[in-house]
């Protein structure tokens, strides 16, 4: 089957230009400049008028809880969520029920979403203080590397043997994306608060007890053991101006933001209370507006979401009851597109750290991009207020932080290998992903 793609303005390789987009099954076979005849009869065409088309984004942090946790989400609700919202592709953290941290959990995982997934997924492996030796038996080519909780979160688990983390580092042949907070610093901070404040302190608290400095401390821990023994490094979800100073023009050391902590700051926890509550928190606006400089500077690389949903009754309490995760991954780029409209990045950045920078990264096989011979991962987006109601989220939580706001792009079309997977408002449910093959 033949798709054109018609009357589109095409953001991709760093530049912007009109043109046509030929898709045979589920490659991209010619990519023209200034609306091109395709060489050959097409079966459909899609008129791309007034909207912007990119590759289809790349959301390399989700938790879509399953298995064990789906109560609060399922691999078939949360990839829906990321076609309507143009992710043709998602890696999954490693902290479900139970842990992906044994061979075999992590091949139940890949069952489950050949059954259930709507667009492409892999996932990493986790690490803990003593599997050290199944390392090895890892395939490269088949997930994007290895997860390691330096701090304290959520799934238990925590890697806080000083030998233990020397290994970690000094063995892994795959890239190491970390969550880094010194779980001491947030231990003596909670003690605090709860003398002062109370069994549950406030939300508002979360960023003082899950202070800049914990996660100053362990992203600079993080760092030097990735300098020392040379391995390739990606920090998850930076939140402070005083970490980017750690990052510079160095390949092998990458840093992460997440688009809530490039939204919010904590002058929203007035308003948004537990509903923003993340690990590591939302902290000020001054760290928020460092995040959004080093989305253009090059010290942020790439941007995901961390998609956590909870319950909404999970979401109630204060710092030590109420979970910490947000459902985002339907939202992320129309967000995005809106922080471009504002001057924050450019489109060419966005495609650059949503699209380009994952595939890069991870050495993704043929996706990332819109190239001949590049799978057809597509996503199509206009120009039009879209206002986030809770009848349009598809996650199965059924709530957003982003309810009430209104965003200046919506997700038109999504295609996952050549396959309108989101059109007209609706996802094909019937239409399942691939597994990602990775260099």
């Known amino acids: 089957m033949r798709i054109l793609i018609k009357n589109a303005v095409i953001v991709n390789d760093n530049k912007t230009f ?16 200034e609306q091109q005849q395709p060489d050959a009869p097409v079966d459909r065409t899609i008129d791309a008028s007034g909207c912007i088309v990119i590759p289809g984004v790349i959301d390399t942090h989700v938790h879509f809880r399953q298995p064990g946790l789906t109560a609060k989400a399922d691999i ?8 309507a919202g143009g992710v043709t592709t998602y890696f999954d953290m490693p ?15 890949f069952e489950i979403a050949a059954r259930n997934s709507h667009v492409n997924y892999s996932f990493f492996f986790g690490a803990t203080n003593d599997n050290l030796s199944l390392f090895d038996r890892l395939d490269p080519h088949r997930i994007p ?13 925590l890697v806080d043997s000083g030998n233990a983390l020397e290994k970690i580092f000094q063995s892994a042949r795959m890239p190491l994306m970390t969550h880094c907070e010194d779980t001491a610093v947030i231990e003596r901070n909670m003690a605090h608060a709860r003398q002062a404040d109370g069994r549950f302190p406030d939300v508002s608290l979360h960023p003082v007890i899950r202070s800049a400095e914990a996660c100053y401390r362990s992203t600079a821990l993080a760092v030097s053991l990735a300098r020392k023994f040379g391995a390739r490094l990606h920090v998850a979800h930076l939140t402070t101006a005083r970490e980017l100073d750690l990052f510079s023009a160095e390949a092998n050391i990458t840093a992460e933001a997440v688009v809530g902590h490039l939204l919010f700051s904590d002058n929203d926890y007035s308003r948004l209370g537990a509903r923003i509550k993340v690990n590591p928190a939302i902290k000020t606006v001054g760290d928020r507006d460092a995040l959004r400089r080093a989305l253009v500077d090059g010290r942020i690389y790439t941007v995901a979401t961390d998609h956590a949903p909870h319950l909404p009754k999970d979401k109630e309490g204060g710092c030590d009851k109420a979970a910490s995760g ?27 750290l949503m699209c380009h920078n994952p595939a890069r990264l991870f050495d993704i096989r043929d996706r990332g991009f819109i190239r001949p011979g590049y ?29 009430g706001m209104t965003f200046g792009w919506r997700v038109e079309t999504t295609l996952c290998n050549g396959v309108p997977v989101y059109e007209n408002g609706k996802v094909d449910c019937g239409y399942i992903g691939e597994a990602v093959d990775f260099r």
């Open 18 to 33: 009109n043109g046509s987009i030929t898709i045979q099954d589920d490659y991209i076979l010619q990519v023209n400049e």
């Open 76 to 83: 078939d609700s949360e990839s829906k969520a990321a076609a």
């Open 95 to 109: 902290n479900t029920v139970p842990q992906t941290t044994t061979l075999e959990t992590l091949d139940e995982k």
């Open 145 to 157: 590397g290895i997860k390691l909780f330096m701090g304290s979160s959520t799934g238990n688990m």
């Open 326 to 352: 947000m459902p985002m991954i339907q939202f992320s780029l129309p967000a995005m597109l809106s922080l471009a409209d504002a001057g924050v990045l450019s489109r060419e950045r966005l495609v650059e």
């Open 375 to 403: 799978k057809a991962d597509i996503t199509i987006v206009r120009r039009a207020p879209m206002t986030v109601t809770d009848d349009i989220i598809e996650s199965k939580c059924g709530w957003s932080p982003v309810s």
